[in-house]
């Protein structure tokens, strides 16, 4: 079973930088952040699907869920092949340029710096809360339909949150959105620490999805701003992944310890410190990333057209 599970995880490691190299090399950094809403959009109405399909198929038992997830693996498989090769721009989905620039130049960016660590508190904390709020769901008498249920509520809100971050993180700049994003975390681990009922956990979820729906968006288009020009967008990709996984494997392994001597409540309670810590630093320490065409351009598709994502995928820098 660990074997599996270790090697699922290796697998998933990949898929985040390739596809946000996917879509910057599809339409440019012009229309990454639409694009990147508009993807995260769909990536959670997917799990919606899975999740209300694991609803009703979980009365069979729960080998009936990996099967289905088999199913899914193939059909995301075959997916892949219908990506058109001409489409693609190698060059802009890098970063702009094909004269990359060394990592540990990159990691001379205080921006960069500041990004990676505050990233990582926020995934510490999230994905550290999470996992022990379903456990916490199933102690105050739930089953495995209140989990699915929390799945389904997560990402049910997240499709709507991760559709509008995409236009504002134009309209309104990076900074701005994603602070909304990182406060909002903090509050609802406020609401975790007081909630009790598996009900109550499961409709705390919906507030719960707005700091993560945000930051899937803006965690790709930061990204691209801070490596334009570089060739280094994959790489910074992976490396924030890679400080939020260890951040989130740190940060479970710890609650765990917590729960168990001290209880939920003061085990959330530290996670919201951490929170809180990731959002102080990325609001007083990170600047707007947004360049001031890039701004310009977004305010006026915002005004023509709406928060709607772009009729192609063609575009440019």
């Known amino acids: 079973m660990y074997a599996t599970l270790f090697g699922s995880g290796l697998a998933q490691s990949f898929f985040g930088p390739i596809l946000a190299g996917l879509a910057l090399g599809l339409v440019g950094h012009e229309h990454l952040d639409r694009t990147s809403g508009s993807n995260q959009a769909f990536n959670s109405s997917g799990n919606v699907a899975a999740a209300v399909i694991a609803l009703l198929v979980i009365g069979n038992g729960i080998a009936w869920i990996f099967y289905l997830v088999g199913v899914y693996a193939m059909l995301a498989a075959a997916s892949a092949l219908l990506v058109r090769k001409q489409e693609l721009d190698p060059d802009r989905a890098a970063g702009g340029t094909d004269k990359g620039v060394p990592f ?9 710096l500041v ?12 994905a550290s ?4 709020m379903t456990l916490r769901g199933r102690q105050a008498g739930g089953s ?22 995409g236009p504002l993180l134009g309209a309104l700049g990076r900074k701005p959105v994603l602070g909304f994003g990182f406060v909002s975390l903090v509050v609802y681990l406020l609401i975790c620490v007081f909630v009790q009922s598996p009900g109550a956990i499961v409709a705390a979820q919906a507030f719960g999805s707005v700091g993560p729906g945000i930051l899937a968006v803006a965690l790709v288009v930061v990204c691209a701003d ?15 992944r890679t400080a939020m996984v260890a951040g989130g494997v740190g ?31 990325l609001l ?33 820098d």
Do not use: W
């Open 144 to 165: 495995d339909t209140t989990v699915a249920e929390m799945v389904l509520v997560t990402q049910g809100f997240m499709v709507p949150v991760a559709a509008v971050t």
């Open 284 to 316: 007083s320490e990170m600047p707007e990333t947004q360049s001031v065409a890039d701004a310009a351009r977004a305010s006026l598709r915002l005004a023509e057209d709406g928060p709607r994502r772009p009729n192609s995928l063609a575009g440019g």
């Open 104 to 112: 540990r130049a990159l990691l001379k960016d205080k921006r960069v």
């Open 251 to 281: 940060g479970t392994f710890a609650t765990g310890f917590l729960v168990e001597h001290l209880g939920y409540a003061f085990a959330i309670g530290a996670l919201t410190c951490i929170a809180a810590a990731g959002s102080l630093i």
């Open 226 to 240: 801070l490596t334009r020009g570089t060739g280094r967008f994959h790489a910074l990709i992976g490396a924030t």
């Open 129 to 132: 809360a999470f996992t022990f």
């Open 115 to 126: 990004f990676m660590t505050s990233t990582m508190l926020f995934h510490t904390a999230y």
